[in-house]
């Protein structure tokens, strides 16, 4: 079986949208790879980890990443179960005409100085509203091309963008944490559980996640459980058990989050998508 399943939901000219699914049974870093065109790619299952040289990035969906043109890369996926990716590519002069300037390298080809910054939840759902849409063509192309300018717009202006500017080793001890959280999506971690896994102290864990990423640990899993809803909920006729199988106390306490970060309940939003 092949690793990958491609598939294209959307190529206007303007611009171009891939459902990208990965197996993900390599634990180890992939051959070197690199793409002809830069990808901004938004992750919305599963977990990866990108390597540029020294450099990682954990790929998970409070994320998007970005694949520069030429740079040579690797992926491993640490945790099991694969993942799944919106791939969006976008002419040279699009993308230098929506991206602030201090994020694009300087050079000929636009590329950007970091693997990866952190998105808002309004761009996890347009993430998800964009994939239903297409993926049952129940969204014209003039409209998705709208909302998928309005989602790179949200994605690198400076009301979501976080770069984590922090020391390596600090970088490194988030990587890890985030790691950890995917490895067991629903369980209800303490400070002091997930201290021990990674090896130091609680307070020091909470302090240093919430310098680099900008938002504490237990906001980043509630994020990550939403962002899992918005990929399931489609195929879900039971959104209560859906609530208690992504870890949420009752289906109020998930129907709440969901709204406070989306906007609208989950069955407003199922209902949405159809």
Same mark, same amino acid.
């Given at each position: 079986?092949?690793?990958?399943?491609?598939?294209?939901?959307?190529?206007?000219?303007? #611009?171009?949208?891939?459902?990208?699914?990965?197996?993900?049974?390599?634990?180890?870093?992939?051959?070197?790879?690199?793409?002809?065109?830069?990808?901004?790619?938004?992750?919305?299952?599963?977990?990866?980890?990108?390597?540029?040289?020294?450099?990682?990035?954990?790929?998970?969906?409070?994320?998007?990443?970005?694949?520069?043109?030429?740079?040579?890369?690797?992926?491993?996926?640490?945790?099991?179960?694969?993942?799944?990716? #919106?791939?969006?590519?976008?002419?040279?002069?699009?993308?230098?005409?929506?991206?602030?300037?201090?994020?694009?390298?300087?050079?000929?080809?636009?590329?950007?100085?970091?693997?990866?910054?952190?998105?808002?939840?309004?761009?996890?759902? #347009?993430?998800?509203?964009?994939?239903?849409?297409?993926?049952?063509?129940?969204?014209?192309?003039?409209?998705?091309?709208?909302?998928?300018?309005?989602?790179?717009?949200?994605?690198?202006?400076?009301?979501?963008?976080?770069?984590?500017?922090?020391?390596?080793?600090?970088?490194?001890?988030?990587?890890?944490?985030?790691?950890?959280?995917?490895?067991?999506?629903?369980?209800?971690?303490?400070?002091?559980?997930?201290?021990?896994?990674?090896?130091?102290?609680?307070?020091?864990?909470?302090?240093?996640?919430?310098?680099?990423?900008?938002?504490?640990?237990?906001?980043?899993?509630?994020? #990550?459980?939403?962002?899992?809803?918005?990929?399931?909920?489609?195929?879900?006729?039971?959104?209560?058990?859906?609530?208690?199988?992504?870890?949420?106390?009752?289906?109020?306490?998930?129907?709440?989050?969901?709204?406070?970060?989306?906007?609208?309940?989950?069955?407003?939003?199922?209902?949405?998508?159809?």
């Amino acid at each position: 079986m092949p690793e990958f399943d491609v598939n294209l939901l959307l190529d206007t000219g303007t #611009l171009s949208v891939r459902d990208v699914r990965c197996r993900g049974e390599c634990r180890h870093r992939s051959a070197e790879e690199c793409t002809a065109a830069t990808h901004l790619v938004f992750p919305y299952r599963g977990v990866y980890v990108r390597h540029v040289g020294a450099e990682q990035s954990v790929a998970d969906a409070n994320h998007v990443l970005f694949f520069n043109a030429g740079q040579a890369y690797q992926v491993s996926h640490p945790v099991a179960g694969g993942d799944a990716c #919106l791939s969006l590519v976008l002419p040279e002069a699009t993308l230098r005409e929506l991206a602030p300037a201090d994020l694009l390298q300087r050079s000929d080809e636009p590329g950007f100085r970091e693997q990866s910054l952190r998105i808002d939840p309004r761009a996890q759902a #347009l993430v998800a509203l964009l994939r239903h849409g297409l993926q049952n063509s129940v969204i014209e192309p003039l409209e998705a091309e709208g909302l998928l300018l309005t989602l790179v717009s949200r994605s690198l202006g400076p009301r979501t963008a976080r770069a984590p500017r922090s020391t390596r080793l600090r970088r490194s001890l988030v990587d890890r944490a985030k790691l950890l959280l995917a490895s067991d999506p629903t369980r209800r971690w303490t400070l002091a559980d997930m201290a021990a896994e990674l090896g130091g102290s609680a307070v020091y864990l909470t302090q240093v996640f919430q310098q680099v990423e900008g938002l504490p640990l237990y906001r980043y899993q509630l994020r #990550l459980r939403l962002a899992r809803a918005l990929d399931r909920i489609p195929q879900e006729d039971d959104l209560s058990a859906l609530a208690f199988e992504l870890g949420f106390s009752s289906h109020s306490h998930f129907a709440s989050a969901f709204r406070q970060a989306y906007g609208r309940s989950p069955s407003a939003f199922k209902q949405s998508l159809r």
